[in-house]
Nanobody, 117 residues
Framework: QVQLVESGGGLVQVGGSLRLSCVVS????????MSWYRQAPGKERELVAG????????NYADSVKGRFTISRDNAKNTVYLQMNSLKPEDTAVYYC??????????WGQGTQVTVSS
């Protein structure tokens, strides 16, 4: 059974930090590219950051570059999103996403991040 379980969300003040974690099971984590997406109320889901399965190459949305860092630990089947210098516009539900090719894709259930001013 495939599971992607996010944690680490919560309420934080402007300028604060959070670290999201996504623990996966049910598939070979190391062979999947992993990403974090987010969806704010009334907006479409958007890519925040991604990391490849091989080499750990990362990419980021322009809005989070320099503030967020995605990483993975294949031994722990876990992908992280370190979020620093948080802004109110970072408020959203954050989702973990796994992909290998176009047919093997999985989503987590999401974790709420709220940045208060």
């Amino acid at each position: 059974q495939v599971q992607l379980v996010e944690s680490g969300g919560g309420l934080v003040q402007v300028g604060g930090s959070l670290r999201l974690s996504c623990v996966v099971s049910g598939f070979t984590f190391s062979t999947y590219a992993m990403s974090w997406y987010r969806q704010a109320p009334g907006k479409e889901r958007e890519l925040v950051a991604g990391i490849t399965s091989i080499g750990g190459v990362t990419n980021y949305a322009d809005s989070v570059k320099g503030r967020f860092t995605i990483s993975r630990d294949n031994a722990k089947n876990t992908v992280y999103l370190q979020m620093n210098s948080l802004k109110p516009e970072d408020t959203a539900v954050y989702y973990c996403y796994a992909r290998r090719g176009s047919r093997n894709t999985y989503w987590g259930q999401g974790t709420q991040v709220t940045v208060s001013s």
